[in-house]
């Protein structure tokens, strides 16, 4: 592929010449929108049109042997990921390859006849953001920065403090001043550098933008190596069809903030198709949103194809990205693969929390109530076909957002410690 | 009315590599014209064929995004500082 070099020649955020394979099978960047290409290096917009950047690959013939012969992470699939060959050897998080699975309680109780949920809540800092910053770690090392950052909603900001602490790099993490507080403590407990900024997400989204454009050596996870990041989302997608024995689902119902994800999962699913590692079949891709903060559902229901942005007022902060770069994907998608975009109301999204924790014994943060209250509202508008394999993901675990449902559960009863009491209570 | 008018990195390539310049216009409009008159080529990074802002360009009026104001009609009072960034995500 010709590459263009009318930007930065391939170096690191600090100027460094980069190392022979440093992204393994990764060829360049290509802008999404125009196509244009440039060379691999910490940028995230086309110099032509400001588009987002994609990383582009040469991919050599994968097989599943060689992935089931890899580590039970995600670097079994590093072939597929712009990281070196040597990716194990550089001390990480190690995330991925989350239990799947079969959740025939739930489904009993929506009315589907098989279900899965992808839990993602078991990485190492209770969320997928573990993935994509294991590859925006690695593309940080390989670019030389010396501060590894990003502006978060929470997840994010958990997941970049503890991976630069085991990496050994500065870490400086912003998030909205009003963030949950158990999502500042657990970044906190692994920076010194946690920054509460008085805004939204968007605001530090902006602030982040523009110093990742003043600072030199500084890689902002989901802003100047955000190429390299977002394609850690697809090791969703790969684990999910390598778990269900190399084979796609029919429905998946995935949340959407920056939409992201989503985007990715399906990208994942098309390279599975293309390297012939699973059988080409349709499926149907859905994604989830909070009404308080829905650009993304608000364009699909109207039938538009443009974002107008929100102002986020939901309890679902993980997901409160007013502005989504990747909504307009996310509508393609949707649309074209015959799924659909669904939003449900704060109370809704409480109700699918404790909903999935009495039915399957997982524990989701809001966002994974945002989905499975969506799957639920798919399922009850007659959008999704209760007949066929569906995978639900959570996100992340709900340790980390305890106030959406401390007023909906406690005590069933305080008692006087006799059995007598214990009998009169009404337990059994 | 003379604005401040910061410079994504991307574009440092039409402003001789400054960070931030000055510019005349009373709504975003003007000043992208004004832009456009003393660094030939950028109006056209910023603005799609059909004169819109470019869908992964974020346009700032001091601290509102002009998405949320009047879009390139926003006023741009004198000595305000507007900022154009690429659009990012994360989360």
Redo the contacts between chains.
């Keep these: 592929m010709s590459i263009a070099t009318d930007?930065s020649p391939a170096t690191g955020t600090t100027g460094s010449a980069l190392r022979d394979r440093a992204f393994g099978n990764a060829t360049g960047l290509a802008c999404r929108?125009c196509g244009h290409e440039i060379e691999l290096g910490p940028?995230?917009?086309?110099?032509?049109?400001?588009?987002?950047l994609e990383v582009a690959y040469d991919f050599p013939e994968v097989t599943r042997e060689q992935i089931e012969a890899g580590p039970r992470n995600i670097w079994r699939y590093k072939a597929l990921l712009p990281v070196p060959d040597d990716i194990e050897q550089s001390p990480n998080m190690e995330p991925g390859y989350t239990r799947l699975l079969r959740a025939d309680n739930l489904a009993r109780e929506l009315g589907l006849e098989k279900l899965w949920v992808k839990d993602d809540s078991t990485n190492p800092t209770n969320s997928f953001?573990d993935r994509v910053v294991a590859c925006a770690l690695s593309a940080a090392t390989e670019f030389h920065s010396k501060v590894f950052a990003?502006?978060?909603?929470g997840?994010?900001a958990n997941a970049v403090a503890a991976a630069g602490a085991r990496a050994g790099i500065k870490t400086v993490v912003f998030i909205p001043a009003n963030l949950e507080k158990p999502k500042q403590v657990n970044s906190a407990v692994y920076t010194e550098n946690l920054v509460a900024v008085n805004g939204n997400?968007?605001?530090v989204?902006?602030l982040?933008?523009?110093i990742a454009?003043?600072e030199e050596g500084w890689a902002f996870?989901?802003?100047n190596v955000?190429p390299y990041y977002a394609e850690g989302s697809k090791t969703l997608g790969y684990e999910i069809a390598e778990q269900l024995g190399w084979r796609l689902p029919d429905q998946i119902v995935i949340p959407v903030?920056?939409?992201?994800q989503l985007t990715k999962v399906h990208k994942a699913f098309q390279e599975l198709i293309k390297l012939g590692l699973v059988e080409d079949k349709p499926y149907k891709v859905y994604g989830a949103q909070a009404t308080g903060c829905s650009p993304v559902s608000v364009a699909y229901k109207a039938g538009i194809d443009?974002i107008?942005?929100v102002?986020p007022d939901t309890i679902a902060k993980?997901?409160a990205?007013g502005?989504?770069?990747?909504g307009?994907y996310v509508l393609d998608i949707c649309r074209e693969t015959g799924g659909a975009v669904e939003d449900i109301t704060d109370d809704q999204v409480r109700e699918a929390i404790v909903l999935l924790a009495r039915t399957e014994g997982i524990f989701t943060e809001t966002a994974g109530g945002t989905t499975v209250g969506v799957l639920k509202k798919l399922v009850e508008t007659g959008q999704l076909d209760t007949s066929l394999e569906t995978v639900v993901i959570n996100t992340g675990h709900g340790l980390k957002t305890l106030d959406a449902v401390s007023d909906l559960v406690g005590a069933a009863a305080t008692i006087e410690p006799s059995y007598a009491a214990f009998t009169a209570s009404g337990i059994i | 009315m003379s604005v401040h008018v910061?410079i994504?990195?991307?574009l440092r390539t039409y402003t001789g590599g400054a960070?931030e310049v000055t510019a005349d216009g009373a709504t975003l409009s003007a000043v992208l014209d004004d832009l456009e008159a003393n660094h030939t080529g950028i109006r056209a990074?910023?603005l799609?064929d059909g004169g819109e802002l470019?869908?992964?360009?974020?346009v700032?009026v001091g601290?509102d995004?002009v998405?949320?104001l009047e879009g390139l009609a926003s006023p741009t009072p004198d000595g305000t500082k507007i900022?154009i960034?690429?659009?990012?995500?994360?989360?």
């Design positions: 930007t929108e940028h995230y917009a086309c110099p032509e049109c400001f588009g987002p953001k990003c502006p978060s909603t997840n994010l997400y968007d605001d989204n902006r982040a933008s523009e454009g003043e996870v989901n802003v955000r903030a920056s939409g992201s443009a107008r942005p102002k993980s997901l990205i502005n989504p770069a990747d307009i | 910061r994504p990195t991307i960070s990074r910023v799609d470019r869908r992964f360009v974020n700032y601290n995004d998405r949320f900022s960034i690429p659009a990012v995500a994360g989360g």
